[in-house]
């Protein structure tokens, strides 16, 4: 057990729909990463919060935001919803940011039927 | 941006021989390198990470090296045993502005330990 929450583990919904996936991270760990890993593209990067502030963008849809609150848990929000977008997605926390370990959720499967 | 090849994508070997994987990265100002093993379904999880100032770490059954000339490293597993079998996936970040810190992965290595 890596200390990293997510929920909810399954979430099946539909095309067009919208979804909120939440991650807590480690005590202590004040940045938050979020990856999606699906079967043709691996594990790609998607944002990353540290302390309540945006830090990097990778490859996230402009239908995809995230935030995360003064707790430090963070909320990935996925809208109008592509049978593409059926993936796993991973929250990751570390302590700080500089090359800093990062350390994985159990993360959350969505099924976009 | 950065890139990471890793090869091989499938790696068979027997009980007890030894396990290698390799990755190169195209971006010198990268300065960390970890491992993550993943189970079917589950979470990857850190084996072992080598940072831009070191040139080989060792963790038990399990070793890195890290070539910055020529931007490859590469994953050692000696002994190998059955719990062994997962996908393997190497990544490369660098610091960015202000803490930014982007995790590139390399495509994954499935391995397979033979009793």
């Known amino acids: 057990d890596s200390g990293v929450t997510q929920t909810p583990k399954h979430l099946i919904t539909a095309t067009g729909q919208r979804v909120t996936l939440r991650c807590s991270p480690r005590?202590?760990?004040?940045?938050v990463y979020w990856y999606q890993q699906s079967l043709d593209q691996g594990l790609q990067f998607l944002i990353q919060y540290y302390n309540g502030e945006e830090r990097a963008k990778g490859n996230i849809l402009e239908r995809f935001s995230a935030q995360q609150f003064p707790d430090l848990h963070s909320e990935l929000n996925l809208s109008s919803l592509e049978l593409g977008d059926s993936a796993l997605y991973f929250c990751?926390?570390?302590?700080?940011?500089?090359?800093?370990?990062?350390?994985f959720g159990p993360g959350t499967r969505l099924t976009v039927l | 941006g950065e890139n990471v090849e890793q090869h091989p994508s499938t790696l068979s070997v027997q009980e007890g021989d030894s396990a290698v994987i390799k990755c190169t990265y195209s971006d010198s100002a990268s300065n960390y390198f970890p491992w993550y093993k993943q189970e079917l379904g589950k979470r990857p999880q850190l084996i072992i990470d080598?940072?831009?100032?070191?040139g080989e770490k060792k963790d038990q059954r399990i070793a890195v090296t890290l070539n910055k000339t020529a931007k490859h490293f590469s994953l050692h597993i000696t002994e190998t045993q059955p719990e062994d079998s997962a996908v393997y996936f190497c990544a490369a970040s660098q610091t960015g502005i202000q803490g930014a810190q982007k995790l590139v992965f390399g495509q994954g290595t499935r391995l397979t330990i033979n009793p």
């Open positions: 990751a926390s570390s302590y700080r940011t500089y090359s800093d370990t990062q350390y």
């Open positions: 080598i940072r831009s100032n070191v």
């Open positions: 005590s202590g760990d004040l940045s």
